[in-house]
Every structure is written in C-alpha cells, then in structure tokens.
C-alpha cells in the first residue's frame, strides 16, 4: 500500500522553525522526485520546494529561498523540510509529493498544518 505521511507541523511564533518530515512506504522511494507544496486558506496550492531522485538537485520558490532547506535520505525512506525564519505568511498545509522520474506517476500526502502565528 503506497503511502506518504507528513509530520512535524505545529504552531510556532514568527521567526521560529520547523521541520516537517515525510515518510513513504509501499514504493520504490529513490525512483521518485519529492516535492513540497503549501495551501493557505483562500489560495491556490503552491509549489514551495523539489530535490530530484538520485543526485538531489534542489529548486526553492522564491518566498521561500534562503530560509527553507528540503532534503531526503534514500536509505531511510523520508524527506524533510527545514523551515527557519518563519513568517505569518508561511501558514498553511503543507503536502509531501512523489513524481516518478519517467512515468510522472504521484502520490500525495495527507498534509501538516503548519501556523506561525506570535
């Protein structure tokens, strides 16, 4: 059974970090880009960050460049999303996503809610 699980969200004040981990099973996780995406209330989901399969090429949104760091342990299953230097603007639910490198097959997380709220 494929799965991917967010966790590590929370309530943290401005300025404040998260790390936010997905874990995957039921799939061959190193054939797989990750991508992290964000949904405020009101808004359209969004892009946030991507690191490719093997190699780890990573790619940052602009509002969160310099301050969000994504990264994955192949061996392990699980890719993170270190978040420093939060803002109110960075509240959301945030979606771990699994593209395959050739077929685009995805798969999606449930999502963590993540509040920055002082």
């Known amino acids: 059974q494929v799965q991917l699980v967010e966790s590590g969200g929370g309530l943290v004040q401005p300025g404040g970090s998260l790390r936010l981990s997905c874990a995957a099973s039921?799939?061959?996780?190193?054939?797989?880009?990750i991508n992290w995406y964000r949904q405020a209330p009101g808004k359209e989901r969004e892009l946030v960050a991507s690191?490719?399969?093997?190699?780890?090429?990573?790619n940052y949104a602009d509002s969160v460049k310099g301050r969000f760091t994504v990264s994955r342990d192949n061996a392990k299953n699980l890719a993170y999303l270190q978040m420093n230097s939060l803002k109110p603007e960075d509240t959301a639910v945030y979606y771990c996503?699994?593209?395959?490198?050739?077929?685009?097959?995805?798969?999606w997380g449930q999502g963590t809610q993540v509040t920055v709220s002082s």
């Open positions: 690191i490719t399969t093997i190699g780890g090429r990573t």
């Open positions: 996503s699994a593209r395959h490198r050739i077929t685009g097959s995805t798969f």
């Open positions: 039921g799939f061959t996780f190193s054939n797989y880009h």
